[in-house]
């Protein structure tokens, strides 16, 4: 559908003009941004190829690597919940050349869910910039009796010790969530833990468990098929992909756990310059505001960040390090 844009509406010479302007300022422009970028810049990814964070990486670095000047390099390496690229970052220098490009767990809930890690991600690395919200939701199996959050948790209340949840994982936030909602109805519902969303998936469609949370990537086809019934949605905001569906907070129920939202972001080794860090969060943000660039975070589920700064994400870095920590504590989540 066409939208009507400023652009949109620009005369012929009008569009000739700003054209001219941007021929005239784009060397300069370039110039300015291609400080740092000396040789191929390198982005570490925490997942292997092929997966939706890699796939947006890509799609995000062939945009930075005009702004920058230069290649920009995926690095995948998978493995022990993001610590190995989270490592390699780490020990990288602090010049602009390797960023991480991770999630909220490789890259803020790790520290509370390990004793012995070769680094802490809120004082080794240097917050950059987002590129999107990860918002997880609550779905059930179409037997269920519940169609929105007040009848859902009338239901478990009325089904108290009776009731199972899946989640993807020990500690991830769709057991925070659903534990959350456990104890405000009282129900004493017990948690499934699933080595990732796949298996989680299956039971629920198997009937084996009657709810659970997870990715609207791994959801959103069953859900369109009616044999899920997605209920809210963590986070500030809508999704995109299910624009139905409410958050959690218009739902009535604004509690840390349901309020807080993933993110998909990059981040620099400690140390990273002022400067640079700034150059990294204008092409990020000039990256994700393309349209394939916001087409392939909105096909993923995701909620698309084009106005970050390296301060603002390091003030919410700080702000929400301790709320997922006195979480994971409150469900009962013990480092390993």
Same mark, same amino acid.
């Given at each position: 559908?066409?939208?009507?844009?400023?652009?949109?509406?620009?005369?012929?010479?009008?569009?000739?003009?700003?054209?001219?302007?941007?021929?005239?300022?784009g060397?300069?422009?370039?110039?300015?941004?291609?400080?740092?970028?000396?040789?191929?810049?390198?982005?570490v990814?925490?997942?292997?190829?092929?997966?939706?964070?890699?796939?947006?990486?890509?799609?995000?670095g062939e945009?930075?690597a005009?702004?920058?000047?230069?290649?920009?390099?995926? %690095?995948?390496?998978?493995?022990a #919940?993001?610590?190995?690229a +989270?490592?390699a970052? !780490?020990?990288?220098a *602090?010049?602009?050349? /390797?960023?991480?490009?991770g999630?909220?767990?490789?890259?803020?809930?790790?520290?509370?869910?390990?004793?012995?890690?070769?680094?802490?991600?809120l004082?080794?690395?240097?917050?950059?910039?987002?590129?999107?919200?990860?918002?997880?939701?609550?779905?059930?199996s179409?037997?269920v009796?519940?169609?929105?959050?007040?009848?859902?948790?009338?239901?478990?209340?009325?089904?108290?010790?009776?009731?199972?949840?899946g989640?993807?994982g020990?500690?991830?936030?769709?057991?925070?969530?659903?534990?959350?909602l456990?104890?405000?109805?009282?129900?004493?519902?017990?948690?499934?833990a699933?080595?990732?969303?796949?298996?989680m998936?299956?039971?629920?469609?198997?009937?084996?468990?009657?709810?659970g949370?997870?990715?609207l990537l791994?959801?959103?086809?069953?859900? %369109?098929?009616?044999?899920?019934? #997605?209920?809210?949605?963590t +986070?500030?905001?809508? !999704?995109?992909?299910? *624009?139905d569906?409410? /958050?959690?907070?218009?739902?009535g129920?604004?509690?840390?756990?349901?309020?807080?939202?993933?993110w998909?972001?990059?981040?620099?080794p400690?140390?990273?310059?002022?400067?640079?860090?700034?150059?990294?969060?204008?092409?990020?943000?000039?990256?994700?505001?393309?349209?394939?660039?916001?087409?392939?975070?909105?096909a993923?589920g995701f909620?698309?960040?084009d106005?970050?700064t390296?301060e603002?994400?390091?003030?919410?870095?700080?702000?929400?390090?301790?709320?997922?920590?006195?979480?994971?504590?409150?469900?009962?989540?013990q480092?390993?």
């Amino acid at each position: 559908m066409a939208h009507d844009t400023p652009l949109a509406r620009c005369s012929r010479r009008q569009l000739l003009a700003m054209a001219a302007g941007a021929a005239a300022a784009g060397p300069l422009h370039a110039q300015a941004q291609a400080g740092f970028a000396t040789r191929p810049v390198r982005v570490v990814v925490p997942f292997a190829a092929g997966g939706a964070t890699d796939v947006i990486t890509r799609v995000l670095g062939e945009h930075m690597a005009r702004r920058f000047g230069q290649p920009v390099v995926v %690095d995948n390496k998978p493995g022990a #919940a993001g610590l190995i690229a +989270g490592e390699a970052v !780490v020990k990288s220098a *602090p010049d602009g050349m /390797t960023a991480l490009l991770g999630t909220t767990s490789t890259m803020l809930t790790n520290k509370y869910l390990y004793q012995k890690t070769a680094y802490d991600p809120l004082t080794d690395l240097t917050p950059l910039v987002r590129v999107c919200l990860a918002p997880i939701a609550l779905v059930v199996s179409a037997d269920v009796p519940a169609r929105n959050m007040q009848e859902f948790m009338a239901w478990i209340r009325a089904n108290k010790g009776r009731l199972s949840y899946g989640s993807y994982g020990i500690g991830s936030h769709g057991q925070l969530a659903c534990a959350t909602l456990s104890d405000i109805a009282g129900a004493d519902m017990s948690h499934v833990a699933y080595k990732g969303e796949a298996p989680m998936v299956q039971d629920l469609l198997g009937g084996q468990i009657k709810m659970g949370m997870g990715s609207l990537l791994s959801l959103k086809a069953h859900i %369109d098929a009616g044999k899920l019934r #997605a209920l809210a949605m963590t +986070g500030p905001r809508r !999704v995109p992909l299910l *624009p139905d569906v409410p /958050t959690f907070a218009e739902a009535g129920y604004p509690q840390d756990a349901l309020a807080l939202v993933g993110w998909l972001a990059i981040a620099g080794p400690k140390g990273m310059p002022a400067q640079v860090a700034r150059q990294w969060a204008e092409a990020a943000n000039q990256a994700v505001a393309s349209r394939d660039g916001m087409a392939r975070i909105i096909a993923a589920g995701f909620v698309p960040v084009d106005d970050d700064t390296p301060e603002k994400f390091a003030r919410l870095w700080a702000q929400e390090a301790p709320i997922w920590g006195r979480l994971l504590q409150a469900a009962g989540v013990q480092p390993t």
